[in-house]
């Protein structure tokens, strides 16, 4: 089955620096890719999402690329404030056809002001 | 429109007991999928359910079981409680229309076996 891999698993940045999270997959005929972010104490939400036909996407100040043929896609955040300290998600899913997630293991991240 | 919704929020058990979770989606979803979150797992997929119908399942054994009603509305069922089904067990809601779509996720029930 599908397995993804997410690093680093915690991250510190003063607040204004960028971060950066990565994660890798296996299943090739994945073609869905959401980043969710959990804050403490409260539900999952997703933040930012692409899908398999495209490379690159941006929402303000976060961005999300993709390498298909690397198997790879990472999470860009710019310019970081101390409300994005939370764990963030990355999560796998359309190789079934049907609605399921194959999520990282997390990452904590902590922006101090 | 209001979210997903579950409950209970909170649950207490022993082990051997058995518990049921409900999860109300978003109206007009039709797709609910379940989902464990322990600190040592992470967030793992359970099972997935669409028109009644289960149409994907994890890797959990046969205590976790499931049902949608016609109204979506979804439940889960663990037998037989053992310490390590204490986890945070949230529920997601999707309209599902042939491509894949965002998953809205409920609040979750923290269930506690002792």
């Known amino acids: 089955g599908e397995n993804v891999e997410q690093h680093p698993s915690t991250l510190s940045v003063q607040e204004g620096d960028s971060a950066v999270i990565k994660c890798t997959y296996s299943?090739?005929?994945?073609?869905?890719f959401p980043w969710y972010k959990q804050e403490l104490g409260k539900r999952p939400q997703l933040i930012i999402d692409i899908r398999s036909n495209v490379g690159e996407k941006k929402d303000q100040r976060i961005a999300v690329t993709l390498n298909k043929t690397a198997k790879h896609f990472s999470l860009h955040i710019t310019e970081t404030q101390p409300e994005d300290s939370a764990v963030y998600f990355c999560?796998?899913?359309?190789?079934?056809?049907?609605?399921?997630?194959?999520f990282g293991t997390g990452t904590r991240l902590l922006v101090s002001p | 429109k209001a979210g997903v919704t579950q409950t209970p929020r909170y649950l207490i058990k022993t082990r051997g007991q058995q518990v049921t979770l409900s999860c109300s989606p978003i109206s007009g979803h039709r797709s609910v999928s379940w989902y464990q979150q322990t600190p040592g797992q992470g967030l793992q997929f359970l099972f997935e359910y669409f028109s009644e119908t289960q149409r994907n399942k994890g890797n959990f054994p046969g205590r976790f079981s499931g049902r949608q009603f016609s109204n979506s509305r979804s439940e889960m069922n663990v037998s037989t409680l053992e310490l390590g089904d204490s986890a945070l067990y949230l529920c997601?809601?999707?309209?599902?229309?042939?491509?894949?779509?965002?998953?809205?996720f409920g609040p979750g029930t923290r269930l506690t076996v002792l």
């Open positions: 999560a796998v899913g359309g190789s079934t056809g049907f609605q399921k997630l194959v």
């Open positions: 299943d090739s005929a994945s073609n869905y």
């Open positions: 997601a809601s999707s309209l599902d229309q042939g491509a894949y779509n965002e998953q809205f």
